[in-house]
């Protein structure tokens, strides 16, 4: 069996418990792997673990039990071929916007100019918009959405074999959302890059992932099926809704997020292999678009 790019074996993450001995399992039994140049998001409710999961990708948080292997080797701390978008786009607040863009392509390139260094951080400013005098602003003088692009920018300037991305887009107004989910794409395309993104907007995962990793309720949590998208690319943002997957996919995640993440909650759900199932929509029975489900997600 070839072992894909990425592959997280059996992961666990727990912490003492303060009133007890039995420690609290945010989730267990997580296993996964991620092709070269796949797309994958990860959806699942507010403090599943996602978060952790991917920092521990990053190399920046240690998991309780299992590995995450990354080209055969066992990743073991932070690495400038993993280029992390956190949650709370953390930034350097002593450094410029510009210099906190300039400061990671140096690094990662240590054999560039100054001017080289310069004009490659300037491309990615300007694909987010941040190029007419604001680059040279700190973190605290920027509004949370332009801190957001700055961090977007220093992650993707660093050309990271892996692109790690945590709810990147949450701040942003819709329409900058818009322009940088495309620009993020075609950086994809062009690259050999392989993107895990959470996110918790149906309709840009199914518009951006190949595929669609779901994560049930804690604690125990854990990736209990991974979605193929299915509909072709390039997408367009006005057209993809009348593909016939489209709402097949996002009744199917829509309606996890509101029952099924609830449902299939806890330890005695697990399969025995702890491998997520596959769930595809391959088949068009029916070539009309499916008409959406409303479900209420409130809990
Ligand atoms: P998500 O990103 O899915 O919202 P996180 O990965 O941020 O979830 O958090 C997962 C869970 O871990 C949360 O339920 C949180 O309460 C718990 N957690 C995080 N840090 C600690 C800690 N130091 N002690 C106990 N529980 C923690
Ligand atoms: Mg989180």
């Known amino acids: 069996m070839n072992t894909?790019?990425?592959?997280?074996?059996?992961?666990?993450?727990?912490?003492?418990?303060?009133?007890?001995?039995?420690?609290?399992?945010?989730?267990?039994?997580?296993?996964?792997?991620?092709?070269?140049?796949e797309f994958v998001c990860i959806i699942g409710h507010s403090g599943c673990g996602k978060s952790t999961i991917m920092n521990v990708l990053a190399g920046l948080d240690e998991a309780t039990d299992g590995v995450v292997i990354m080209n055969q080797r066992e990743v073991k701390g932070p690495s400038l071929d993993r280029g992390v978008v956190f949650q709370n786009y953390s930034l350097l607040p002593w450094l410029s916007a510009l210099k906190n863009v300039t400061f990671a392509v140096a690094a990662r390139h240590k054999d560039w100019s100054k001017e080289q260094v310069r004009a490659h951080s300037y491309k990615y400013l300007e694909m987010v918009g941040l190029a007419d005098g604001a680059e040279h602003r700190k973190p605290s003088q920027l509004s949370g959405g332009m801190r957001q692009r700055v961090s977007i920018a220093r992650a993707f300037a660093i050309q990271p074999e892996l692109?790690?991305?945590?709810?990147?887009?949450?701040?942003?107004?819709?329409?900058?959302?818009?322009?940088?989910?495309?620009?993020?794409?075609?950086i994809?395309?062009?690259?050999?890059?392989?993107?895990?993104?959470?996110?918790?907007?149906?309709?840009?995962?199914?518009?951006?992932?190949?595929?669609?990793?779901?994560?049930?309720?804690?604690?125990?949590?854990?990736?209990?099926?991974?979605?193929?998208?299915?509909?072709?690319?390039?997408?367009?943002?006005?057209?993809?809704?009348?593909?016939?997957?489209?709402?097949?996919?996002?009744?199917?995640l829509v309606h996890f997020l509101a029952r099924r993440s609830k449902e299939m909650a806890?330890?005695?759900?697990?399969?025995?292999?702890?491998?997520?199932?596959?769930?595809?929509?391959?088949?068009?029975?029916?070539?009309?678009?499916?008409?959406?489900?409303?479900?209420?997600?409130n809990e």
């Open 4 to 37: 894909p790019f990425l592959s997280i074996e059996g992961l666990a993450k727990r912490f003492p418990s303060p009133d007890g001995p039995e420690p609290l399992t945010v989730f267990e039994n997580v296993n996964f792997g991620i092709e070269r140049g």
């Open 163 to 186: 692109l790690l991305l945590d709810e990147p887009f949450g701040a942003l107004d819709a329409l900058t959302r818009g322009t940088i989910q495309d620009e993020l794409l075609k």
């Open 188 to 252: 994809w395309r062009g690259t050999e890059q392989t993107v895990f993104m959470i996110t918790h907007d149906v309709d840009e995962a199914i518009y951006l992932a190949d595929r669609i990793l779901l994560m049930t309720n804690g604690p125990y949590a854990r990736v209990a099926e991974s979605v193929e998208v299915g509909i072709p690319r390039p997408r367009a943002r006005d057209e993809i809704v009348e593909h016939p997957n489209y709402y097949k996919v996002r009744n199917h």
């Open 266 to 297: 806890g330890r005695e759900h697990a399969t025995a292999s702890g491998r997520p199932e596959t769930v595809r929509f391959d088949e068009p029975d029916d070539e009309r678009p499916a008409a959406p489900t409303l479900y209420a997600v």
